[in-house]
């Protein structure tokens, strides 16, 4: 069973979903940004220290990249961009959870240009989000950040709750 509530029905809209000042703009991506997102997407990718031979496979980023225009997937971008270029990319997605009944939003990626940073970019991105997630009914997004990354931290700290947990992972 796909889950599709109407928030997932939408995809490439171009219209600025937050215009946070005359030159900055959230919105969907369009194919046409490939180009320029990548370079984002590495930038994110080697901060977590996925780069060289521990680079992403490159079929995985291509096969995100597709995920955000493939109207069968729970998976969504949006970009920041201020005159003409992309400054930021985030990426979340929606599933189902054992302590609610509505579907809660994952925030995965979230990264802004280093030139551009300290500008409000990561913020506009995490509102945007926040601004999808309310016109979808839903009521919660999260996410998560290494804890060695002071800058972020601060950021989230003033949008949102810590709760505390630690995140575990195994590879099976």
């Known amino acids: ?14 219209t600025p979903l937050v215009p946070m000042t005359a030159d900055l703009v959230v919105r ?12 984002l997407w590495d930038g994110y990718n080697a901060f977590y220290g996925r780069e060289g ?15 955000f225009f493939d109207p069968a997937e ?13 400054t930021g990319l985030v990426h979340y997605l ?7 009944i509505e579907l809660t939003c994952y925030l995965q990626d979230l990264y802004t240009a280093p030139a551009a940073r300290g500008q409000g970019i990561g913020r506009a991105l995490i509102e945007a989000v926040c601004a999808q997630v ?3 009914g839903l009521h919660r997004v999260y996410w998560q950040t290494h804890h060695t990354n ?12 810590h709760h ?9």
């Open 1 to 14: 069973m796909v889950l599709r509530p109407a928030v997932l029905e939408r995809r490439t809209a171009l």
């Open 28 to 39: 969907p991506p369009v194919p046409a940004d490939r180009a320029a997102w990548q370079p």
């Open 53 to 67: 031979p521990t680079a992403l496979d490159p079929r995985i980023t291509e096969t995100t990249w597709q995920r």
């Open 74 to 86: 729970p998976v969504f971008a949006l970009v920041a961009e201020r005159g003409g270029a992309l």
């Open 94 to 100: 929606y599933h189902r959870s054992t302590t609610r």
């Open 134 to 136: 309310r016109q979808a």
């Open 150 to 161: 002071a800058a972020g931290r601060r950021l989230y700290d003033s949008v949102a709750k």
């Open 164 to 172: 505390g947990f630690i995140v575990y992972a195994r590879e099976v």
